[in-house]
Antibody, heavy 121, light 105 residues
Framework: QVQLLQSGAEVKEPGASVKVSCKASGYTFTDYFLHWVRQAPGQGLEWMGI????????SYARKFQGRVTMTRDTSTNTVHMVLSSLRSEDTAVYYCARGFDTSSMPLLAYWGQGTLVTVSS | DIQMTQSPSTLSASIGDRVIITCRAS??????LAWYQQKPGKAPKLLIYKASSLESGVPSRFRGRGSGTEFTLTISSLQPDDFATYYCQHYNLYSTFGQGTKVDI
């Protein structure tokens, strides 16, 4: 069965960077795109971007361009998301999610368990 | 950017009620519309895609309709497991979610 296992909670100071990882299993890693979505406490869902697992190309939501970097490691079936220049408004649960099919459309059928990132001095 | 607006923000209902949630897009999105259910502390779960297609394993009491700019999610007979927050999502090259509708007692 498809599983996405994310790294643990992080606490960071303003201005720092955070790296969240997502290890995929139960399917052919390079067949599917992976996405990142975040959710601030008590708030809605916000799509951050997408990474092509086979070639590593990325596309980011305009809001995060310049601050987010998504990479993948095909040897470990893992994707990483680095968010830099953190501010308090970046406090959120960050999810990785796999597409419903092999297209790049952000229709999200499988989700990781979420990683809480807290930005606080 | 396309904006997605859900109504209502909160909905109080009882077991057995018919519940309707509306989602409006700021411009036509065809049928590139999905619905998700989220329970506290959990990841969202895909319910409906392409506006009206039921994801595998989702009960048939959930129904999605609409196209263009106006969409609805109907729960025909609310069950205890359905108390949750529901999000619509426009998905194409990019993605935008609605702000959510909390269904509670």
């Amino acid at each position: 069965q498809v599983q996405l296992l994310q790294s643990g909670a992080e606490v960071k100071e303003p201005g720092a960077s955070v790296k969240v990882s997502c290890k995929a299993s139960g399917y052919t890693f390079t067949d599917y795109f992976l996405h990142w979505v975040r959710q601030a406490p008590g708030q809605g869902l916000e799509w951050m971007g997408i990474i092509n697992s086979i070639g590593g190309s990325t596309s980011y939501a305009r809001k995060f361009q310049g601050r987010v970097t998504m990479t993948r490691d095909t040897s470990t079936n893992t994707v990483h998301m680095v968010l830099s220049s953190l501010r308090s408004e970046d406090t959120a649960v960050y999810y990785c999610a796999r597409g419903f099919d092999t297209s790049s459309m952000p229709l999200l059928a499988y989700w990781g368990q979420g990683t809480l990132v807290t930005v606080s001095s | 950017d396309i904006q997605m607006t859900q109504s209502p923000s909160t909905l109080s209902a009882s077991i057995g009620d018919r519940v309707i949630i509306t989602c409006r897009a700021s411009q036509s999105i065809g049928n590139w519309l999905a619905w998700y259910q989220q329970k506290p502390g959990k990841a969202p779960k895909l319910l409906i895609y392409k506006a009206s297609s039921l994801e595998s394993g989702v009960p048939s009491r959930f129904r999605g309709r609409g196209s263009g700019t106006e969409f609805t999610l109907t729960i025909s007979s609310l069950q205890p497991d359905d108390f949750a927050t529901y999000y619509c999502q426009h998905y194409n090259l990019y993605s935008t979610f609605g702000q959510g509708t909390k269904v509670d007692i």
